[in-house]
């Protein structure tokens, strides 16, 4: 395949970026989207200029670390699936495709595609620890679990925290990332000491660091390449309001 790509291209944090035109040949239709701007670095290198910065750690849909806007949108139009996992069968020969980093306030670009999701973490420490005293790992089934507690805090916890969420939602809202963080540990019976407090915190925390509030577009659940559902969100709302009941 050839491929046209226009690339943001940004030096830092202060300079002003814009896309730059590149053309890609002999691309195969089994290479992942991040191994085909390997191929376009590797010859960015060899001709002595700037190879692109992008993020990406384990390019097994597993780490949250890649994160593109491809044609608009985040990790692409393909649904449930992260940018590293995207191939390039998706596109035809001769498209043109054009790449960007995440849009949002409070993930600044650092250079090129590649943006500082570090609020992420500030939402995350706010949320605290789980202060019970647990001792020695328990038996997996010595604190029974409702089955549909169990599956819907697992699917809560798939969530990668790749601020594909942020990036989709036209408040930059952070409310699907933060709902799932504090849905997995609030649907468990060791989640109940600081639920409240915690639900309160992350949410507080979000928008302090400017994320955007909610308001019912669902763009982030579309995006999502782990599905997260837009319930998840009224889950977390019922959470800071302190109306939800154990196992709700
Ligand atoms: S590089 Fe880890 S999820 Fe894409």
Sequence with gaps: ???????WRQKNATSRGHLTTYRVKEISPDMSFLEMLDVLNERLILDG????????????????????????????EQRATTTCQLHMRHFKDGDTIVIEPWRAAPFPVV???????????????????????????????AVPVPKASADTAFDAATCIGCGAC????????ASLFTAAKITHLGLLPQGQPERARRARAMVETAD???FGGCTNIGECTAVCP????????????ADYLGLAATGD
């Design 1 to 7: 395949m050839n491929l046209t790509l226009k690339v």
């Design 49 to 76: 200029d700037d190879p692109i910065a992008f993020d990406h750690d384990c390019r097994e849909g597993i780490c949250g670390m890649c994160g593109l806007v491809i044609n608009g949108v985040p990790h692409g």
């Design 111 to 141: 250079k090129d595609l590649v943006v500082d999701r570090s609020a992420f973490d500030r939402i995350i420490e706010a949320g605290g620890y789980v202060s019970v005293p647990t001792g020695s790992a328990p038996d997996a089934h």
């Design 166 to 173: 942020v990036a989709a939602c036209p408040n930059g809202s």
């Design 208 to 210: 302090e660091l400017g």
């Design 226 to 237: 782990k599905g997260i559902p837009l319930a998840t969100i009224a889950r977390m709302n």
